[in-house]
């Protein structure tokens, strides 16, 4: 007796994802007319009833989901992770974490797993769905044995990815402002006074970068101050890149900015060890502020004026969004755009 066949049979057989296929039985209008065609077709041609295809639909739920996770050590996901375990559990999953390290290469004591093996190992087990929080996801040169294990587990099992959307692969995407953390910080210390600024911190190979750098140019661009490009120092997202950047500022440059916009709080107090170190004051000689709040800032002295992005509603977002995808109703949700706010320290 031939085997019916499942969600999962029908996605492959549309090359679409099993939560596209459910969307299009519930008729959800998150779905494309062009992908709903196609998916419409392959059910007809395997003349199958909506009831006999919903029984093939039954599977075994385990009620578990996925992060994973590039660096649990980073208070960025340390605080998203946690927001997240706790929406979870609020709705009755538990939580399996994979923490690859890959984050912070450089600096990592730990053994690097390939993001592509933890993906292949979840699309093998009982998960119910995913979440992606940073990775080779916010490289501008994706692997390709990441794109296509991506690929594979996205048609297998739900995905939402906090980050960017890859063309080419069907997830879910929450993605944070990039942009706005840059220029509120930015104009603040314009606010102030201070014509002379730079910025410290970042990856070159991280998208995220390139974004926060476009809006900090642009920014000093609209309030007419020069962009000297001696005073933007690239490396890296953690504390000793911070002090590091410090160290170019001052081997590059006779004279340093009067106030310098880090990408993050771990790369500010990094800095202000630094000028510490040789007797350069903040806030008096020179001033700065951060893109970025990571817990525990208000207590670092000086106080880091910094940008709050508030990941406690960026978590209950992912899990509204990965929620409603897991119950294959015809309910959709939009990601609301979470509202930046900036803290103001003593660090400017």
Same mark, same amino acid.
């Given at each position: 007796?031939?085997?019916?066949?499942?969600?999962?049979?029908?996605?492959?057989?549309?090359?679409?994802?099993?939560?596209?296929?459910?969307?299009?039985?519930?008729?959800?209008?998150?779905?494309?007319?062009?992908?709903?065609?196609?998916?419409?077709?392959?059910?007809?041609?395997?003349?199958?009833?909506?009831?006999?295809?919903?029984?093939?639909?039954?599977?075994?739920?385990?009620?578990?989901?996925?992060?994973?996770?590039?660096?649990?050590?980073?208070?960025?996901?340390?605080?998203?992770?946690?927001?997240?375990?706790?929406?979870?559990?609020?709705?009755?999953?538990?939580?399996?974490?994979?923490?690859?390290?890959?984050?912070?290469?450089?600096?990592?004591?730990?053994?690097?797993?390939?993001?592509?093996?933890?993906?292949?190992?979840?699309?093998?087990?009982?998960?119910?769905?995913?979440?992606?929080?940073?990775?080779?996801?916010?490289?501008?040169?994706?692997?390709?044995?990441?794109?296509?294990?991506?690929?594979?587990?996205?048609?297998?099992?739900?995905?939402?990815?906090?980050?960017?959307?890859?063309?080419?692969?069907?997830?879910?995407?929450?993605?944070?402002?990039?942009?706005?953390?840059?220029?509120?910080?930015?104009?603040?210390?314009?606010?102030?006074?201070?014509?002379?600024?730079?910025?410290?911190?970042?990856?070159?190979? =991280?998208? /995220?970068?390139?974004?926060?750098?476009?809006?900090?140019?642009?920014? *000093?661009?609209?309030? %007419? &101050?020069? $962009?000297? !490009?001696?005073?933007?120092?690239?490396?890296?997202?953690?504390?000793?890149?911070?002090?590091?950047?410090?160290?170019?500022?001052?081997?590059?440059?006779?004279?340093?900015?009067?106030?310098? =916009?880090? /990408?993050?709080?771990?790369?500010?107090?990094?800095?202000?060890?630094? *000028?510490?170190?040789? %007797? &350069?004051? $903040?806030? !008096?000689?020179?001033?700065?502020?951060?893109?970025?709040?990571?817990?525990?800032?208000?207590?670092?002295?000086?106080?880091?004026?910094?940008?709050?992005?508030?990941?406690?509603?960026?978590?209950?977002?992912?899990?509204?969004?990965?929620?409603?995808?897991?119950?294959?109703?015809?309910?959709?949700?939009?990601?609301?755009?979470?509202?930046?706010?900036?803290?103001?320290?003593?660090?400017?």
């Amino acid at each position: 007796m031939k085997k019916p066949l499942t969600i999962k049979d029908i996605a492959e057989l549309a090359n679409v994802s099993i939560a596209t296929v459910s969307r299009v039985l519930n008729n959800n209008s998150w779905v494309a007319d062009k992908t709903r065609a196609r998916v419409e077709k392959v059910i007809q041609e395997q003349q199958f009833s909506p009831n006999l295809l919903a029984r093939g639909m039954i599977s075994k739920k385990t009620q578990t989901l996925a992060i994973v996770v590039s660096d649990i050590s980073n208070p960025y996901f340390v605080m998203l992770v946690a927001q997240i375990e706790n929406e979870s559990l609020r709705a009755g999953y538990k939580v399996t974490l994979y923490d690859t390290q890959s984050a912070n290469k450089s600096s990592s004591q730990g053994e690097i797993i390939p993001e592509e093996n933890i993906f292949n190992s979840i699309t093998d087990s009982q998960i119910d769905g995913v979440i992606i929080l940073g990775g080779n996801i916010d490289y501008y040169n994706v692997p390709d044995s990441y794109f296509h294990e991506l690929k594979k587990l996205c048609a297998a099992i739900p995905v939402i990815v906090v980050g960017r959307q890859l063309a080419g692969v069907d997830y879910s995407c929450v993605e944070r402002d990039q942009s706005g953390c840059v220029a509120l910080a930015t104009n603040y210390l314009i606010s102030k006074g201070y014509k002379s600024i730079g910025f410290i911190g970042g990856s070159k190979s =991280v998208y /995220i970068t390139q974004q926060r750098i476009d809006s900090f140019k642009k920014t *000093l661009q609209q309030a %007419n &101050i020069m $962009v000297d !490009d001696n005073h933007i120092v690239l490396n890296n997202f953690y504390l000793q890149h911070g002090y590091e950047a410090v160290d170019k500022l001052l081997s590059q440059s006779e004279k340093l900015p009067e106030a310098i =916009v880090a /990408i993050n709080d771990h790369v500010a107090k990094g800095a202000i060890r630094a *000028l510490k170190d040789k %007797n &350069i004051s $903040v806030p !008096d000689d020179i001033a700065i502020a951060s893109c970025e709040y990571f817990p525990g800032s208000e207590y670092f002295i000086p106080r880091i004026t910094t940008v709050n992005h508030h990941n406690e509603l960026i978590g209950k977002t992912v899990m509204q969004v990965l929620m409603t995808l897991l119950k294959d109703t015809t309910e959709s949700v939009v990601p609301e755009k979470i509202q930046l706010s900036l803290i103001p320290g003593e660090s400017c």
